[in-house]
């Protein structure tokens, strides 16, 4: 008795028959999402309500004695924004196992159409919610004063897009190999908290201890939270990276990203008994 195992990469070119299937994994995942209401609820009243828990409970703590400076609730907005598509673009990759329990997984794997179809799909599905989901939460942006330029929206939907679509590869690079959606909580949460904590949303970088600073460096997602940061508040930002160096960074995170879960769903693995 011998087992063979042989891993290899499938090398199929993206063609127009990859397109097809791939949107319609995708209008799968947006229709499956926005039919389970609890769960579109979920993702924007919790961080809705630690945006005014936390930011109404710090309050003027941002201030200087001569009351200048930032309110709590103004600072830590676009925190709340990063959380909301931390939390959609992850958490909707839980899908991946759920289908592969389900016994939807295996029937795609098995049909014609190149594994691109999974990634491709999944991928941009969990995306468009979690950029969605995030666009949504702007339109509390007002009642704090934050007012858009047709130019500052256009780059803070670029923002969100990026950091979406890192995020949501992450979520599926992590899901994939799994079976087991307490298994991928667990995991999950090795990453959601640090990565959220670390990013800038809760405290700006200048204020960390240097240790800590160069961990919030490390972090891509800091990134986002300082892009939408100073789009939102050109004129309070504290001084940091310019906004374009910021999308080079999410757009070099996304597309590693992207690769990591491209190679991991186009490793084959075929297992024979003799």
């Known amino acids: ?23 319609s994994l995708w209008q799968r995942e947006i229709v499956r999402f926005y039919r389970q209401k609890a769960r579109v609820v979920g993702v924007i009243l919790s961080p ?16 200087g004695a001569n009351g200048t400076g930032q309110h709590y609730l103004d600072f830590f907005f676009p925190g709340a924004l990063t959380m909301i598509i931390l939390f959609t673009s992850i958490f909707t990759m ?18 014609p159409v190149s594994r691109t179809v999974i990634v491709m ?17 702007l339109v509390f942006a007002p009642l704090i004063g934050v007012h858009f330029t047709l130019n500052s929206f256009l780059l803070i ?21 799994m ?38 460096r490390i972090n891509p997602l800091t990134y986002g939270t300082e892009a939408l940061r100073a789009l939102m508040y050109p004129q309070a930002a504290s001084p940091g990276f310019p906004v374009g160096f910021d999308l080079a960074i999410l757009g070099g995170f996304a597309v590693i990203m992207f690769v990591i879960a491209f190679s991991l769903a186009n490793r084959r693995t075929t297992k024979s008994a003799a």
Do not use: C, Y
């Open 157 to 177: 939907v670029l923002t969100v897009f990026l950091v979406s679509f890192s995020l949501t590869a992450l979520g599926f690079a992590i899901a994939w190999p």
């Open 1 to 23: 008795m011998a087992t063979v195992s042989a891993v290899a990469p499938q090398t199929q070119p993206i063609n127009p028959g990859t397109v097809i299937p791939s949107i």
């Open 121 to 137: 799909g999944k991928v941009l599905g969990g995306t468009t919610l979690a950029t969605i989901q995030g666009l949504i939460f």
């Open 179 to 216: 079976d087991s959606t307490q298994a991928f909580h667990a995991i999950i949460n090795l990453f959601l908290i640090p990565l959220w904590l670390l990013s800038g949303s809760l405290f700006a970088v200048k204020d960390a201890s240097k240790w800590l600073a160069l961990l919030m």
């Open 48 to 63: 809705l309500l630690f945006w005014i828990v936390i930011g109404s409970g710090f309050g003027n703590s941002m201030r």
């Open 94 to 111: 839980m899908s991946v196992i759920e289908d592969r329990n389900e016994g939807f997984l295996l029937s795609v794997l098995v049909a």
